[in-house]
Nanobody
Framework: QVQLVESGGGSVQAGGSLTLSCAAS????????MGWFRQIPGMQREGVAA???????FYVDSVKGRFTISFDNAKNTLFLQMNDLKVEDTARYYC???????????????????????WGQGTQVTVSS
C-alpha cells in the first residue's frame, strides 16, 4: 500500500500563506482521486479540496478562491497552496488517495472524510489573528 506523508504546516498570521505537501512512497493508482482534509480536536474530519485523475478540482465553499490543490506527477506529490489564511483554517491537515468509481468530487470528499481509515500523521496549521 502506498504511504502518504504530509508536511509543510506551521504557524502563520491571518492573511499569510502556506503550501502543504503530500509525498507518496510509490505510484498512486491512476484511477484514484486525491484530496486534502482537516480536523480540529473533538470535531469530525472534513474534506477541503480534491482533484480527480483528469485534473478536475473541487473546493468546499470556505476555502474557494483561497486554496489551490495540485498534483505533480514528476514528484509524485500532492500540494495544497493556501493563501489568505484565516483563524478558522487552524486544524491538522491530512491527505488521502482513494478510488472514486465515478463519484463526484464533492461526494467523494464526504465519503472519504467519514469512511477512510488509513490516515497519516497529518501536518498542523495554526493561524493566529
Amino acid at each position: 500500500q502506498v504511504q502518504l506523508v504530509e508536511s509543510g504546516g506551521g504557524s502563520v498570521q491571518a492573511g499569510g500563506s502556506l503550501t502543504l505537501s503530500c509525498a507518496a512512497s510509490g505510484n498512486i493508482d491512476s484511477r484514484f482521486s486525491m484530496g486534502w482534509f482537516r480536523q480540529i480536536p473533538g470535531m469530525q474530519r472534513e474534506g477541503v479540496a480534491a482533484i480527480d485523475p483528469a485534473g478536475s478540482t473541487f473546493y468546499v465553499d470556505s476555502v474557494k478562491g483561497r486554496f489551490t490543490i495540485s498534483f505533480d506527477n514528476a514528484k509524485n506529490t500532492l500540494f495544497l497552496q493556501m493563501n489568505d489564511l484565516k483563524v478558522e483554517d487552524t486544524a491538522r491537515y491530512y491527505c488521502a488517495a482513494v478510488g472514486a468509481s465515478g463519484t463526484p468530487l464533492d461526494g467523494w470528499l464526504k465519503i472519504v472524510a467519514l469512511g477512510f481509515s488509513h490516515w497519516g500523521q497529518g501536518t498542523q496549521v495554526t493561524v493566529s489573528s
